[in-house]
């Protein structure tokens, strides 16, 4: 099959997810209401009481609310890839994506498309968020909203390919808002995004080490660094590692052969 397929292939996921997003007003105000909330209220509290941060790049204290923002960036992107992912569930009980995975383009194809097209959305996301950041002071370096394109893209990558791996596990749509609050809020709360680790560590070293091999942590990091024109190599190795990892679960989980999907069939 010739690239011009592919190619076509990918086009049309993402503007089927781009129209989607795009008819689901509710979805674009939600994804930027949340972050927002916590930057405007939360940050506000926490400003009076934290004082102020350290942001890794520098030796120097900052607001608080700059210090959060990368992680609301990165809250977008997760929160996206699960909405992502919950679609797929949506599909699959609909049978459109039944429609999909019998093409005769490869499986892993159809899914990194699909991963492709809702990173597409939540970077385009991010961005309109860290636009309106600006009124609150959160002025990166003008080249830093450059440099974090590629951190963007790693980790919402790895992200929605966590959500993928996710939605292979669930049988019907119900289930997936509850799996979602057992994965989302933990890895937030468990990582980076509020705290910086040396604080998390010296409160309590179980949760110091469950913020270590947190895939959340390391994608904060690596958009907080290039934010600032940084480069955090440990983190884009973890991220491209639990990235790697959750596309090949994910493959084997759609794969109705081997993966979850094959049990399910069998169980039905």
Same mark, same amino acid.
């Given at each position: ?16 997810? !781009? +129209?989607?997003? %795009?008819?689901?007003? &509710?979805?674009?105000?939600? /994804? #930027?209401?949340?972050? @927002? ?110 440099? !974090? +394109?590629?951190? %963007?893209?790693?980790? &919402?990558?790895?992200?929605? /390919? #966590?959500?993928?791996? @996710? ?102």
């Amino acid at each position: 099959m010739r690239g011009a397929a592919y190619a076509i292939c990918l086009s049309g996921v993402v503007e089927r997810e !781009a +129209l989607r997003w %795009l008819n689901q007003r &509710g979805r674009f105000v939600s /994804a #930027l209401v949340r972050p @927002l909330v916590w930057l405007a209220i939360f940050a506000a509290g926490f400003h009076f009481v934290l004082g102020v941060s350290i942001i890794p790049p520098y030796e120097t204290y900052i607001p608080y609310e700059v210090y959060i923002a990368p992680g609301l960036v990165a809250m977008i992107l997760l929160f996206n890839g699960m909405q992502s992912s919950l679609s797929m569930v949506y599909d699959r009980e609909m049978g459109s994506m039944k429609t999909l995975l019998i093409s005769p383009f490869p499986r892993w194809f159809l899914l990194v498309a699909k991963l492709l097209a809702g990173v597409f959305v939540s970077m385009v996301q991010a961005y309109i968020f860290l636009a309106i950041a600006w009124f609150w002071d959160i002025t990166p370096p003008w080249a830093g909203y450059l440099a !974090a +394109l590629p951190a %963007l893209l790693l980790s &919402g990558l790895m992200l929605g /390919a #966590l959500g993928l791996v @996710l939605s292979s596990f669930i049988r019907q749509l119900e289930n997936f808002a509850g799996v979602m609050n057992f994965v989302i809020f933990p890895m937030f709360f468990t990582s980076s995004a509020l705290y910086p680790l040396w604080r998390v560590r010296e409160a309590s070293l179980p949760v110091y080490w469950l913020s270590e091999i947190n895939p959340f942590t390391h994608a904060t990091e690596l958009i907080r660094f290039a934010l600032y024109e940084k480069f955090a190599p440990l983190s884009a190795l973890v991220v491209a590692g639990y990235l790697v990892l959750f596309v090949i679960l994910a493959v084997w989980g759609y794969d109705p052969g081997r993966g979850l999907m094959a049990r399910r069939a069998g169980g039905e």
